[in-house]
């Protein structure tokens, strides 16, 4: 985590790694998320890494439950921007 750069990042496992971004926006504050396949270089080609990459690019729905969840928590509206 680095508070005054607004961003954090984990790593889920070995194979996925997430960063989130906290900038200034006219509406608030914008959130870039970016996922990232970390999988040792032998095993990203493998059916099971490229079919979590592959549901995680189609399910917004946790994405958009979590942004929910996170205005919220700050008392603050919160939506997509896309």
């Known amino acids: 985590m680095d508070r005054p750069r607004g961003y954090f ?5 070995y194979k996925f790694a997430a960063e ?3 900038t200034p926006h006219p509406k608030g504050t914008l959130l870039t998320y970016k996922a990232f ?3 040792p270089e ?3 080609t493998r059916p099971a890494v490229r079919l979590q990459f592959w549901l995680g690019a189609k399910l917004n ?3 958009r439950s979590g942004l929910r969840h996170m ?3 700050l008392d603050c509206r919160a939506y ?3």
């Open 71 to 73: 205005g919220k928590t």
């Open 20 to 22: 989130y971004h906290f």
């Open 9 to 13: 990042s984990f790593h889920g496992g």
């Open 80 to 82: 997509p921007g896309s």
């Open 37 to 39: 396949n970390v999988a």
């Open 42 to 44: 032998a095993h990203r």
């Open 61 to 63: 729905l946790g994405l």
